[in-house]
């Protein structure tokens, strides 16, 4: 049997996208290099003859899914699977963990205006963040940073696939950090206590 077979197969049959190296777990022949010489040939082979679907890199993983251009014509089938829609202040929070992270739940809530434990939360169990450390500050905050399932979520082979910051609103590209513009208010020391 042909490594691309095998390769083929596999990431056919899985659900999630897979690392060269677990591909190549599928048969003892195989190793890291063989697999993405077969990734390719795939690739050129599903692009000649036109094919509905496609090998693509998701994070840090590949997948085979459905070219976008097939996309109307699948909205019309109840049983093929939609990935599940974000509010607008999930989506809002979630670019704003992506593209400051590591941070804290209180200053995510600074830049929002509005409490987001809620959000945050679901989030969480939806997989897309995860807690990645602790802040220095009083009481060691919990800090958050998106995921792989983020990855895959939004089709990223990895962070560097995100829209450049200067894309996006000035909130986002401001980097100054919270307690200093915390301070630049007036605050001082305690000014944080009432931010939460």
Not at 12 to 41: G, M, N, T, W, Y
Not at 64 to 69: A, D, G, H, S, V
Not at 121 to 132: F, N
Request: a negative charge; charged letters at 30%.
């Amino acid at each position: 049997m042909k490594a691309a077979q095998i390769v083929e197969a596999v990431l056919f049959a899985s659900d999630a996208p897979l690392k060269a190296e677990e591909i190549a777990r599928a048969d003892e022949s195989l190793d890291e290099d063989q697999v993405e010489l077969a990734i390719q040939e795939l690739r050129t082979l599903y692009d000649e003859s036109e094919r509905a679907f496609q090998i693509v890199e998701v994070g840090d993983g590949y997948q085979i899914l459905t070219r976008p251009e097939f996309a109307p014509y699948l909205e019309r089938f109840d049983t093929v699977p939609r990935p599940s829609r974000l509010s607008g202040p999930a989506l809002e929070t979630l670019a704003i963990i992506a593209y400051r992270q590591p941070i804290g739940r209180v200053e995510v809530e600074y830049i929002r205006g509005v409490g987001s434990a809620g959000v945050i939360r679901t989030l969480q169990d939806r997989g897309l963040i995860d807690v990645v450390g602790r802040g220095e500050g009083l009481g060691r905050p919990l800090l958050y940073g998106t995921t792989r399932k983020f990855l895959e979520h939004f089709g990223f082979a990895s962070l560097d696939d995100l829209p450049r910051p200067e894309d996006l609103p000035v909130i986002l590209r401001e980097r100054t950090p919270l307690d200093q513009v915390l301070e630049g208010e007036g605050g001082g020391e305690g000014a944080g206590e009432g931010v939460a």
